[in-house]
């Protein structure tokens, strides 16, 4: 599942002259679905294919019904330095997801459907067991494909210090689905903003998050 962020009545970060994070995150996703379908390994599902609003939970559920394997969510970033540049990669931070984790396991229990396991089957305390192994083997996932995500986008592009960050985001608190966000630069520095606005550049980018996804599902 790719997911180009923001959209609709939401621009997401606006950059020095003008660009919207939107369509940056909308055009970039759509040529990252094109390369995988092309290659005729994957079957692609997008959150959005226009320019709509999609809420953050109906994007992990759109995921979780569509049996995705991957998620992979599209940003451009913003900072208040405008001469901090280059691509970011986050996963769920062990913080964030201990604290989300109950809520979330209990929204996921009442619909007794986690990774596919009838949790109706089983006492209360083995469900915890099991959502707890679950958890814990989809952050292990995750944190591979960040991996791949940012050897990838080295290779072709500028990497924002301290690379692969971890932070709280809704999108990425699919208990069963290996997660990560990616934010393809700086709308905030001049430079890069006009770069995103480039449909060669987007390319790259696209090339760079396929080969990723290619490493993470063919190599391991």
Known sequence: MIDPGHGGQDPGAIGVAGTR?????????????????????????????????????????????????????VHADANHDPHIHGASVYTLSERASDKEAAALAAREN???????????????????????????????????????????????IALMDNTHRSAGFVVLKAPDIPSALVELGCLSN?????????????????????RSIDNYFLYG
């Open 21 to 73: 994070e939107k369509f940056v995150a909308l055009d970039t996703a759509l040529a990252i679905a094109a390369q995988l379908e092309s290659s005729g390994r994957y079957r692609v599902l997008m959150t959005r294919y226009s320019d709509e609003y999609i809420t953050l939970k109906d994007r992990v559920v759109l995921a979780q019904t569509g049996r995705a394997d991957l998620f992979v969510s």
């Open 190 to 210: 001049a430079r890069e903003e006009r770069k995103l606005g480039q449909a060669g550049y987007q390319m790259r980018l696209a090339d760079s998050v396929a």
């Open 110 to 156: 009442s619909s007794d459907r986690i990774a596919g396991i009838d949790l109706s089957e089983h006492e209360p305390i083995v469900n915890e067991i099991l959502y707890d192994l679950t958890r814990r083997e989809t952050n292990n996932l995750s944190l591979r494909f960040a991996q791949a995500l940012v050897a990838e986008l080295g290779r072709d």
